[in-house]
């Protein structure tokens, strides 16, 4: 068992869920032994139905043959649009693009482990996460291609803005989380952020927080092993879900690459905050198989072996080999998906060569919600700058 728990807390509600607390009190290893991983589908595909696995295994025991279809459909198209999306960005059409390659099953898993009046906040990576939230792919490019600030209402699917500064999201989760509380609310909240983002000091002054007033969040850390050049080596010293030991809450590192574990941990975390527990920091250990984002060159600070072996790994393929395996997959299936994709690819390329270019002057628009005399001024400068042209200067 991975858990390191802290002493039990009294729950801020005590009805609302059907499970007894089991994990969440559960005692573990001490600092020096090994880091260990919840899995529950292993590389080659077989299912891993262990003692030690019990208590994460009761949490995905109502997924049926179909719901493993539909987080493999979940994992292709969320692989097939991000292709689309990297190709989109070297034909020009897009300004840039940040590849979730590889981290599908930690983006699918945990995603389809909320529930939709749960609130997420995304960093820039986050495009399985959306899938799962309902937000359409097109709706993602308009930041990367320079045409709008987001592109999606937050509110419309509880899926914030991407955020590009690193781990500030973790506050804004913690702030958001501790008024759900406030209203008595039993929904939950799940903070996305990278190992690199480990180091902020947001993130550790949202950990404090959290654990202090008793937040229902949970901290969903993808660690993908790079912080752009930056190995994970030169983030921690100790494994980064042992980090919550430290500020009072459970913390579990998690197969990243298996799509079961991930929903089963995110759901157990979720549970806890539901049930008035607190926070929960799941490390979902997984691996950025692309670039940091496409103005990127990975092959000049890691070497290939490093990827190939993370290849073996891959999170679509385990799926893929369990579904045959098991027979709860046939060709026809692989086939209609396959055909889906396609689909999703054409239908995304169309839609981002259609995006309208906003107005130029529209930048200064939404800035301040009264108004700024500073925005007025840069207003009022680069109308001009653009007259200058007109006039012929
Ligand atoms: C506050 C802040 N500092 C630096 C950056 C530049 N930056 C962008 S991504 C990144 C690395 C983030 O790594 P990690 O948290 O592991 O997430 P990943 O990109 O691997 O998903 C950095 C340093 C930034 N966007 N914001
Ligand atoms: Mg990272």
Known sequence: MTVESTAARKP????GTKRAAGASTRKTAAQSAEPQLVQLLTPEGDRVETAENAEFLSYVEDITAEDLRGLYRDMVLTRRFDGEATSLQRQGELGLWASLLG???????????????????????????????????????????????????????????????????????????????????DSAVIAYFGDGASSQGDVNEAFTFSAVYNAPVVFFCQNNQWAISEPTERQTRV??????????????RVDGNDVLACLAV??????????????????????????????????????????????????????????????????????????????????????????PDPDTMAIFENVYADGHALVDEERAQFAAYLASFEEGH
């Open 12 to 15: 801020r509600r005590s009805s």
């Open 103 to 185: 981290q599908e099953a930690a983006q699918i898993g945990s995603g389809r482990a909320l529930r939709d009046d749960d609130y997420v906040f995304p960093t820039y990576r986050e495009h399985g996460v959306a899938w799962c939230r309902g937000v359409d792919p097109t709706n993602l490019l308009g930041m990367f291609r320079g045409v709008n600030h987001g592109g999606w209402d937050p509110n419309g699917n509880n899926f914030h803005l991407y955020t590009i500064v690193i781990g500030s999201q973790t506050l804004h989760a913690t702030g958001y989380a501790m008024g759900v509380a406030k209203d008595g609310a």
């Open 239 to 252: 494994p980064l879900y042992r980090r919550a030991a430290g500020f009072g809450f459970p913390g579990v």
């Open 266 to 355: 995110t759901r157990w975390a979720l549970e806890r905050a539901r049930r008035g527990e607190g926070p929960t920091l799941i490390e979902a250990f997984t691996y950025r198989m692309g670039a940091h984002t496409t103005s990127d060159d990975p092959t000049r600070y890691r070497r290939d072996e490093e990827r190939a072996a993370w290849e073996a790994k891959d999170p679509i393929e385990r799926l893929k080999a369990h579904l045959l395996a098991s027979g709860e997959a046939d060709e026809a299936f692989f086939a209609g998906l396959e055909e889906e994709s396609e689909k999703l690819g054409k239908r995304v390329r169309e839609a981002v060569r259609s995006m």
